[in-house]
């Protein structure tokens, strides 16, 4: 069953650095999404992205994040200086289509010393 | 503003039996879909349950089934014969489909079961 994937696992990285976390959605689907889980807190939508572009942006999704599609497969989501309160679970998502289910990939634990 | 409450932060309940976790949520609009996710120790979330709005009927999926109340705003998720590997987080979500399709988390319930 065709499935997301994310990388890595978990990500430590200073303050400050910049990291990029990737996601290769499922191969037919044109609909992808970043969301965001501060531990011990609500899934929060960060960025959906469509043909190339982002669709929409929630307020988190500020200038120090981007998301880019660099190839056929990749979707990845880019922090550029990142916060200590940037830790958290980070959780790619894509769907065949706006009204279909989102499938969710295992998440990438993002870790900010 | 859209938002889905869940208001029980932890149950718990033996093997075996039903539970029941409750959701609501606020919306003005028509057209949006429902959703409990599961998310166990391991933090993927994985799809449990979906129900769409226009539809009356509850959905049902194996022992996971939910109560809709759509006048109440209401969607209960409700596990029967609970097993063990049901012990997990379970989020209630919604998406409204005539605009922005982002899904709205609620906090979450803690569910464990024991032996």
């Known amino acids: 069953e065709p499935e997301v994937t994310q990388t890595p696992s978990h990500q430590v990285t200073q303050m400050g650095q910049e990291v990029i976390l990737r996601c290769v959605p499922i191969s037919n689907h044109l609909y992808f999404y970043w969301y965001r889980q501060i531990l011990g807190q609500k899934v929060e939508f960060l960025v959906s992205f469509y043909n190339n572009e982002i669709s929409e942006k929630s307020e988190i999704f500020d200038d120090q994040f981007s998301v880019e599609r660099p190839d056929g497969s990749n979707f990845t989501l880019k922090i550029r200086s990142t916060k200590l309160e940037d830790s958290a679970m980070y959780f790619c998502?894509?769907?065949?289509?706006?009204?279909?289910?989102?499938?969710f990939g295992p998440g990438t634990r993002l870790t900010v010393l | 503003a859209q938002t889905v409450t869940q208001s029980q932060p932890e149950m718990s309940v033996q093997e075996a039996e039903t539970v029941t976790l409750s959701c609501t949520y606020d919306t003005s609009e028509n057209n949006y879909y429902l959703f409990w996710y599961k998310q166990p120790p391991s933090r993927q979330m994985i799809l449990v349950i979906r129900q769409e709005a226009y539809k009356q009927q509850n959905a049902t999926e194996n022992r996971f089934s939910v109560n809709f109340q759509k006048a109440a705003k209401s969607f209960s998720l409700k596990i029967s014969d609970s097993q063990l590997g049901d012990t997990a987080m379970y989020f209630c979500?919604?998406?409204?489909?005539?605009?922005?399709?982002?899904?709205?988390w609620g906090a979450g319930t803690k569910l464990i079961i024991k032996p």
């Open positions: 998502a894509s769907s065949e289509a706006l009204s279909n289910e989102q499938f």
């Open positions: 979500a919604f998406v409204n489909m005539d605009s922005n399709y982002q899904l709205i």
